[in-house]
């Protein structure tokens, strides 16, 4: 089933107003094709958060267009959340802050499943996909460690049969160990579904393990583009030599990078 | 009369705000943060002290008993020609807006209308009681100020341990005890029975009240030299300042409590050990600078809780001041001069939480500097 | 030598086990770097040797302190006070979020010679002009206009340069430093790591640095212990640890991370590139990231 | 070698309910609710006979004396438990409704609704308790319903702002945004995501604010602005023994009363309080060295 091409043309984000204005995203061009992995790479502070937030409606903009498959995405008001709308889902960074900590796990998972447009599996089905016990759905949130949180998290995203999944820094609180195992988990079960995967970090190591295209982040604007290895490899902008220089490679060799 | 700190906007988290970077160059005294700061404090109080008109307006003309009957007698409001005449010419008969402003007008020129009790006009009845409130209230607050600071900074740093849940218990059941009953009690109990104090009033009955400069009779009688009549208004001041204390400190001790302890979990707190200073230069140096705060903001709100509780003792101990003029003013529904106080003594807060706020504006450098 | 040697130490709080018998040594001029998750303990073990554990924690086993003039069989059987004087002057400590760890509201001076002028019984202007010369040592710029601001007017990097500062400001024999990285943004991690590692060389310090980063660690750590559960599972010499690790944890942890830099980008060792990266068919040549300015030819120490 | 400490189950009482702060408030107000509630078929006297001789000290038969009036004080501080309890009671909750739902307005919606809100909740908060309830009890005129009315006017701004910054801090934690993405309506938000997670810091407000509504009510009866003679009011009776120092009887029995009820209140307000503060000792969870 084709999914939808999701598409930002010159998206420009402002906080705050008159002289203390700040521009978090300053005109941004992306474009998500179904069935693709993006990663999107910077330091904090470079705007991508605020970039995922928009592309859910969540950050009114100040200039530009996101659409998907061709139509506007509006903010997203007090009012319930469009229907259409629903095919773009988000998996956040902090674990413990989001699962509903007085609810089941498996209720959550049913809040996804309520809203699916396609057939999606049970909440059991849903679990297994993700490497939990299918018993975790009776349980409660606080009886489970980050990592399982944020695949808990994966699978109620994934319950709603979203067209567009957005990781926003999803592995940023996990344990190195875990980091690229869910950074997979979450590639192989977007594919797995039909869905492209827009995948938000600041460690670009694990990014170029998952993502197809890797977009470099810098105070707002886009300052790199391209196929995963050729980024790694021949980094063009000099802020992404930096960035790759900067990563400590377990090598044993006593030397400081960068 | 528990009140959590005044309401501060929750910004939306600049999550992806750039870097600040070090500001270097001199910026003219108007553009400085801590004026930009205390300015905004300064147009939201006086916003603040309209809207306290306004509610006194609106709570005088809400009076069941019409104020036309009220002015003419039972009999006279009964013919229509002589209520059509009162009406326009006290202006009743205007839109309510119209009516506000020569309320407002009728305000700013000091005219608050006349007292039913005394016939005086409230104003004049105001400015008779007010120094001997001020006199009272400051020495409260000052010493509730070192005991409940001190007792709060020893429960939080002595967190669980037993001096902590005897301060606590104290504290509790100071906020819990209704202050117009301990007025009575102390007054029974120290000059009553055990004539350890003099009796009631602000000076005994036979001393004259010294030259008036501040309408405080202790420190009118400093300033002229004597030293009899000081001590007497001390002895005077003694009963009424326990009371309020005993309220005034256990609200204050609950509140820092809490905010010294949050102070106490902060990573800096524990950079400052880890530095091996000695453990009264983290106390005070770091741990009380972090907390001036909220503590600021809990002394305001004891102040305010503190003017409350003057209206409930002063007539126990015939002080004389604003909270017996309140007394007497309510137990008579006498509504000018309830009026009359509510207006001075909302007056007084916030004036005294923008003084707060300008103290918080020069104490914080991230507010003074921004 | 100076340094410390930890034997069997335990901490419980409450019902929960959180050290089950670290034993470790840290010797002066080596950075130890302390490797493990969250939940491993090695946090609290730093805590320990700082005296700083949480109130109420019953700790047991031994800390031996020696320093050029003294040795302290067991700081743990130390009195507070005594404890106290140790804390700072020979022992100090940097913690992972600088903005966290520093007064917003006593400027830079005051927090830089407090404590100075507490151990060393100096003069106002004595400790200033220490200050400077000590933000001069970490590349705080301008150091006279710095001790007059406050936090809030610095970077996450100047404020960690800051911090480290203080903590050497007394020229302590040993300095742990609690993930002084994790906080700071990928680009400023390096100069700090350089900083840690010329304080190793130019005072001679012992610094344990404690990391869930193994890749950091691999950068500047002489000798890895790997901590899980509280204890201390495996532990040797930096390259013996990361590229032959003996435990299926410490193996595991490594495979997580990238054995190999990207092509092209070499590391402050003299400039070439990485010796097995293969260059990227379409890599046009580039010069390489010439060596940070203030680095000191490779000391002799650490054969590369 | 252990795994990472886990959840200890929580022992059955926890043992901040075992202090003796709690045990104390816990006897304290069910001491007064069980007087409320069955003070008519106790064999006292009716509160209201003034068939005693007058201002007669606490002896066997009248063990709180009598009044000026001769009507005997201990039936009338009992029976004041039903002129204070319930009232107290109902204010809290007008106000804890009112001022949820105003508050959770103000907080979810934002915009032009919470400044307005907001800055009315400043004016109320801009006179010291008393004397606003004072001004207004005054201006409705006396008698209990009243005081009450004026007391829920001035109460409701101090839930509202409170629940407003949970709610603001509720509404951005990722659970809710993930909720709203998932296509739920302001409503169901609401009900599922944001009130839970709010209820327990609301109930501590409340039950640390009965004791103040008590204080707030026999203040204004004291003040003649509360309840009118001849009821049997505790607020009241203090003001009419406070005029007469040689009876103290009259005075300090209801005071008594009000002392003892507040504290109890308060008592266990503080103690709910700690059982639901993460950061107490006893709460033992998932400890992260």
Sequence with gaps: MMGAILQLDGVTVRYGRGASAVTAVAGVDLELPPGQIVGLVGESGCGKSTLARAICGLQPLAGGRITLAGEPIPPLGHRRRPARLLRIQMVFQNPYASLNPRRRVGDQIEDGRRVATRPVGSVSDLLTEVEMDASAADRFPHEFSGGQRQRIAIARAMAAAPDILIGDEPIASLDASLQSRIASLMRDVALRNDASLLFISHDLAVVREIADTILVMHTGHIVERGPAERVWAAPQDPYTRRLLAAIPIADGLGRIPG | MSHSSSSQHAEPAVADALPGSARSTRTSWFARPVVRYIGIRGLVSAVL????????????????????????????????????????????????????????????????????????????????????????????????????????????????????????????????????????????????????????????????????????????????????????????????????????????????????????????????????????????????????????????????????????????????????????????????????????????YIITNFIIDVVYGFVDPRVRIG | MTGLVISDLRLRIGQADILNGVSLGILGGEITGLAGESGSGKTMTGLVLCGLQPAGAVVTGRVEFTDSDRSIPNLLALQPREFNRLRGRRIAMVAQDPVASLHPMLTIGTQLTDHVRHHLRLSKQQATARAVELLERVQVPTP?????????????????????????????????????????????????????????????LAIILISHDLGVMSAIADTIAVMRYGTVIEQGSRQQVIQQPQTEYARELIAALPQVPPPGITTDAGGQPHPDAQPHPDAQPHPGVQPHPGNHPHSTRTGA | MTAPATLIRRPRIAPVWRRPLAIVGILFVSFWFITMIIVPFLPLADPLAQDFTPLSPPSGTHPFGTDILGRDVLSRTLFGSRATLPFAILLVIISLILGSLVGAIAGYFGGVIDEIIMRIADLVFAFPTIVLAMVVAAALGPGITNAVIALALISWPNYARVIRSLVLSARNQEYVVAGRLLGAGPLSSLRRDILPNVASPMLVLAMLDLGSQILLLSGLSFLGLGAVPPAAEWGSMVGDGVQQFSNWWLAAFPGLAILTVVVGFNFIGDTLRDSLDPRSANAVTQVNA
């Excluded at chain 2, 009728?106 to 005394?118: A, C, F, P």
């Excluded at chain 2, 016939?119 to 007010?130: C, E, K, W, Y």
């Excluded at chain 2, 902590?164 to 007025?183: E, H, K």
């Design chain 2, 49 to 348: 002290l309209l809207g306290v008109t306004i509610v006194t307006f609106i709570l005088t003309n809400l009076v069941p008993v019409s104020p036309i009957t009220a002015a003419l007698g039972e009999q006279a409001a009964s013919d229509p020609a002589t209520v059509a005449k009162f009406v326009h010419d006290a202006g009743l008969d205007k839109p309510a807006i119209v009516q506000y402003f020569v309320y407002l007008g009728k305000l700013l020129h000091g005219d608050l209308g006349t007292s039913i009790q005394t016939r005086n006009p409230v104003t004049q009845d105001l400015g008779q009681a007010f120094p001997a409130t001020a006199e009272l209230a400051l020495c409260v607050i000052l010493i509730s100020i070192i005991l409940g600071l001190g007792l709060g900074l020893i429960a939080a740093v002595r967190k669980d341990r037993f001096s902590d849940q005897l301060i606590r218990m104290v504290s509790l059941i100071g906020i819990s005890v209704p202050t117009f009953w301990l007025a009575a009690a102390i007054y029974f109990l120290f000059f009553f029975v055990l004539r350890w104090a003099p009796g009631s009033g602000r000076l005994s009955p036979a001393a004259t009240p010294p030259p008036r400069v501040t309408g405080m009779y202790t420190v009118d009688s400093l300033l002229s030299g004597q030293f009899t009549t000081f001590l007497d208004a001390v002895t005077h001041l003694a009963l009424p300042t326990l009371t309020l204390t005993l309220f005034t400190v256990g609200m204050l001790v609950r509140f820092s409590r809490t905010a010294i302890l949050d102070v106490l979990n902060q990573d800096y707190v524990r950079a400052a050990r880890a530095k091996g200073l000695a453990t009264n230069r983290v106390l005070f140096g770091y741990v009380v600078r972090g907390s001036i705060a909220p503590i600021l903001t809990i002394v305001g709100l004891a102040f305010g809780s503190l003017l409350s509780g003057t209206v409930l003792t002063e007539q126990v101990f015939a002080w004389g001041g604003l909270g017996q003029y309140a007394y007497r003013a309510s137990t008579a529904l006498d509504l000018p001069s309830v009026m009359g106080v509510g207006l001075l003594v909302g007056a007084i």
């Design chain 3, 144 to 204: 006279e206009t710095a001790l007059r601001r406050y936090p809030h007017q610095f970077s996450g990097g100047q404020l960690q340069r800051i911090a480290i500062a203080i903590a050497i400001a007394c020229e302590p024999a040993v300095l742990i430093a609690d993930e002084p990285t994790t906080a700071l943004d990928v680009t400023v991690q390096a100069g700090i790591l350089r900083l840690l590692r010329e304080l190793r060389d130019d005072l001679g």
